[in-house]
């Protein structure tokens, strides 16, 4: 097993979909958690194969002081025509951690009351929706991670997102690909959003 990660309050496990369509929700989580003084993380960051990959799933997961869940794709998809059982199986996981140590998720969701019918287990865990939207997974991340006072307002979230959007377009265009999910990919778009928070005096 490999050594167990030192954990950080301030990182943010995204479980997400990797697919097209999810792109500009995914720029949003970047350019949100970000301002909030979060340091987004992801299993983007863990090698695709070999032996031990869950393990340093589960303490990637461990390292981080909160996770966010997005069960908004629940329908069948790929070649195969089956439901994505990722999501639901690494917020399993984190609902195992936080039974052991501190650790917060967070559920995000397309539609309401969809959870429900899903996975009724979680009731009484109601998730955020978003409705598909940018200003809807802003919304979330300010329910989430937002304080009383000192935070950024929606209007500089919502630029934050849209400069961070055309940072990643470019790199994009660099290694000839469609979209961000892409380790070497991902680490540039999240150094992007820390400058961009840093230029707006958001973090230090």
Not at 137 to 151: I, K, S
Not at 177 to 199: D, K, N, S
Request: proline share 6%; aromatic share 8%; with cysteine.
């Amino acid at each position: 097993m490999p050594p167990r990660p030192v954990r950080s309050n301030e990182a943010v496990f995204l479980n997400i979909p990797f697919d097209e369509g999810y792109r500009p929700l995914f720029v949003a989580l970047l350019a949100g958690l970000t301002a909030l003084g979060c340091k987004p993380r992801c299993v983007l960051e863990v090698p695709s194969g070999g032996e031990g990959r869950l393990d340093r799933i589960y303490g990637l997961i461990s390292s981080c002081g909160a996770s966010i869940h997005d069960l908004s794709r629940v329908a069948r998809s790929g070649s195969f025509r089956v439901p994505r059982f990722n999501m639901p199986f690494e917020l399993g996981l984190a609902y195992s951690i936080a039974r052991r140590q501190a650790h917060r998720f967070f559920i995000l969701e397309e539609r309401t009351f969809r959870l429900q019918a899903s996975l009724s287990d979680l009731n009484g865990h109601d998730p955020h929706i978003h409705e598909g939207r940018q200003d809807g997974v802003l919304r979330c991340v300010l329910d989430c991670f937002g304080t009383q006072g000192g935070q950024p307002s929606f209007l500089v979230l919502k630029e934050m997102t849209r400069k961070l959007g055309r940072a990643i377009a470019i790199f994009e265009r660099e290694q000839a690909v469609t979209h961000p999910f892409h380790p070497y990919i991902f680490r540039q778009a999240v150094e992007a959003a820390g400058q961009l928070a840093r230029a707006e005096g958001l973090i230090a």
